[in-house]
């Protein structure tokens, strides 16, 4: 992957019927406050230990996750149901700190 580009979104299908719990938060606009905990806790270190997008978006896909940018926020989205979970300021990690962070703008 060269530099500036960003994966695509993860290439699994999810069963037809099939959902994820986090399903839910596209439904209700709404994202349960013990699920959005659990995504804090679990993704935090992928967020802090990552040095640039690419890396970030291979350790997000390697948990069933990945980034993508829409309506003025960064999402974090699920590999299989292509839903947006929440954004990435909910997460903790606003786009605009990781842009800075990472010296480059997210595409």
Do not use: M, P, V
């Given at each position: 992957m060269k530099d500036g580009e960003h994966a695509a979104p993860c290439p699994q299908a999810t069963p037809q019927g099939a959902q994820?719990?986090?399903?839910?938060?596209?439904?209700?606009?709404r994202l349960d406050p013990e699920l959005g905990s659990w995504l804090r806790a679990h993704l935090d270190e992928v967020?802090?230990?990552?040095?640039n997008w690419a890396e970030l978006g291979d350790k997000l896909r390697h948990r069933g996750f990945y980034?993508?940018?829409?309506?003025?926020?960064?999402?974090?989205?699920?590999?299989?149901?292509?839903?947006?979970i929440?954004?990435?300021?909910?997460?903790?990690h606003p786009c605009r700190q990781l842009e800075?962070?990472?010296?480059?703008?997210?595409?």
């Open positions: 994820r719990a986090y399903a839910r938060a596209r439904i209700t606009k967020f802090n230990r990552s040095h980034l993508k940018r829409g309506d003025g926020h960064l999402w974090l989205s699920d590999c299989h149901s292509q839903i947006h929440c954004s990435c300021s909910f997460l903790g800075s962070k990472f010296g480059e703008r997210f595409h």
